[in-house]
Nanobody, 125 residues
Framework: QVQLVESGGGLVQTGGSLRLSCAVSGRTFATYTMGWFRQAPGQEREFVAGIGTAAENTYHIESVKGRFTISRDNAKNTLYLDMTSLKPEDTAVYYC??????????????????WGQGTQVTVSS
């Protein structure tokens, strides 16, 4: 079973930065498409960014473009989300997810097979 563990969340002021990490177990990380999702209280889980097995294939939702960057380090079996210029509306629990062999449908949560436990990001105003 693939295990995903997020870390790096915390409390930050508006305009600050955080780097989220997702450590993935096993020897096949490089074969997985990865995604970041977030969920605020009372809201549905929202896709934030995705990255393909080819790391140059990335997609970020409009509200985070220019502020968030998804990346991966296959040598470390780790997925990252670099967040800058944070806003209070970014406050949520952030989850990483993995699926083997998926295409443009990776913006849909139901295509992912494995999920982390989430890490809380709180941006104070």
């Amino acid at each position: 079973q693939v295990q995903l563990v997020e870390s790096g969340g915390g409390l930050v002021q508006t305009g600050g930065s955080l780097r989220l990490s997702c450590a993935v177990s096993g020897r096949t990380f490089a074969t997985y498409t990865m995604g970041w999702f977030r969920q605020a209280p009372g809201q549905e889980r929202e896709f934030v960014a995705g990255i393909g097995t080819a790391a140059e294939n990335t997609y970020h939702i409009e509200s985070v473009k220019g502020r968030f960057t998804i990346s991966r380090d296959n040598a470390k079996n780790t997925l990252y989300l670099d967040m800058t210029s944070l806003k209070p509306e970014d406050t949520a629990v952030y989850y990483c997810a993995a699926v083997r062999a998926v295409g443009p449908e990776y913006t849909y949560s139901n295509v992912y097979d494995y999920w982390g436990q989430g890490t809380q990001v709180t941006v104070s105003s």
